[in-house]
């Protein structure tokens, strides 16, 4: 698989419960891939508090041990919010390929978000794929991704 992060790293993916179902099925999909994945939880659809597996989920992938991360949740919001506390982390919700590729060119993201309450899965996994096979553009916007750090 062409990809532009180092899959030798497991990819890190966390969720809550509305994301269970679906974080279930992308592990079993990157496992095809002969990827290996860090699975940060929830370990069931009942109910529990995101955080609590955004921020693990984040820190790994801030850490530079995880290739990038996958996280989960209804909306993809919370996850988001969450995990973009985090001073390395570009987590970016994402709805549609072209936006999973866009956040990839143009915002180097390294963590993809994905809404389990208003997706299908196939949309999610084509967009997890687009998301693992687009290069960061750099030029004007490494310029632009350089300035979103808080000081």
Same mark, same amino acid.
């Not at 899959?7 to 890190?12: D, F, G, I, N, S």
């Not at 009942?46 to 991360?69: C, K, N, R």
């Given at each position: ?33 002969? +990827? ?77 978000? +994905? ?5 299908? +899965?196939? +949309? ?13 553009e750099g030029g004007r916007h490494e310029r632009r991704v ?6």
């Amino acid at each position: 698989m062409d990809t532009i992060f180092d899959l030798t790293k497991p990819v890190a993916i966390g969720c809550d419960h509305a994301g269970f179902e679906y974080k279930e099925a992308i592990k079993k999909w990157l496992g095809d891939r002969g +990827l290996q994945v860090k699975d940060f939880g929830t370990t069931s659809p009942d109910s529990v508090d995101y955080p609590d597996f955004a921020h693990p989920t984040a820190s790994f992938v801030e850490s530079g041990e995880a290739a990038f991360g996958i996280l989960l949740c209804g909306s993809a919001n919370g996850v988001a919010m969450t995990a973009n506390k985090h001073q390395h982390i570009r987590a970016a919700l994402c709805w549609q390929g072209e936006v999973a590729k866009v956040v990839r060119q143009h915002n180097d993201a390294n963590i993809i978000c +994905l809404p389990a309450r208003f997706v299908a +899965l196939p +949309l999610a996994l084509d967009m997890i794929e687009v998301f693992m096979n687009t290069p960061f553009e750099g030029g004007r916007h490494e310029r632009r991704v350089n300035k979103m750090a808080c000081m």
